[in-house]
């Protein structure tokens, strides 16, 4: 790892001219480069001891927002597979069970009174064409 301290600028925001690596995510979050902030290593930036209170105020309020908008990603992602998963039990469930492949499925017997009857048609049936 190298010691960014030594290479810092001097700050962006105000006259403090001390090697401190806020002075580097300052001038990348002034040019709106967030991918070079967090890159200098934003998440767990420190303010510079020697700026000004608005430049450590202006590190610490970027630097509290991207974490909160990466936690506010994870959740998303998080409800969005808890959603998904949910989906997919429902859908499940609704599925009809299919009948296992070995049992084969049997003709429902007739009431004794529909069985009756049937067999009364049946005979007068083979009358007529007897």
């Not at 997919?88 to 599925?95: K, L, Y």
């Not at 492949?101 to 017997?109: K, L, N, R, S, V």
Request: hydrophobic share 45%; proline share 8%.
């Amino acid at each position: 790892m190298t010691d960014r301290t030594a290479s810092a600028p001097p700050c962006p925001a105000c006259a403090c001219a001390q090697p401190h690596p806020a002075h580097a995510l300052l001038a990348a979050l002034r040019e709106d480069d967030l991918d070079a902030a967090l890159s200098l290593g934003l998440l767990d930036a420190q303010p510079c001891p020697a700026c000004a209170a608005e430049c450590g105020v202006r590190l610490i309020e970027a630097r509290d927002a991207r974490r909160f908008a990466l936690s506010a990603r994870e959740r998303h992602r998080a409800r969005a597979a808890r959603l998904a998963r949910i989906k997919a039990e429902r859908e499940a469930a609704r599925r009809p069970v299919a009948a296992p492949a070995t049992q084969q499925a049997t003709p429902a017997a007739l009431p004794s009174a529909a069985a009756d009857a049937l067999a009364r048609a049946l005979a007068k049936a083979k009358e007529r064409h007897a």
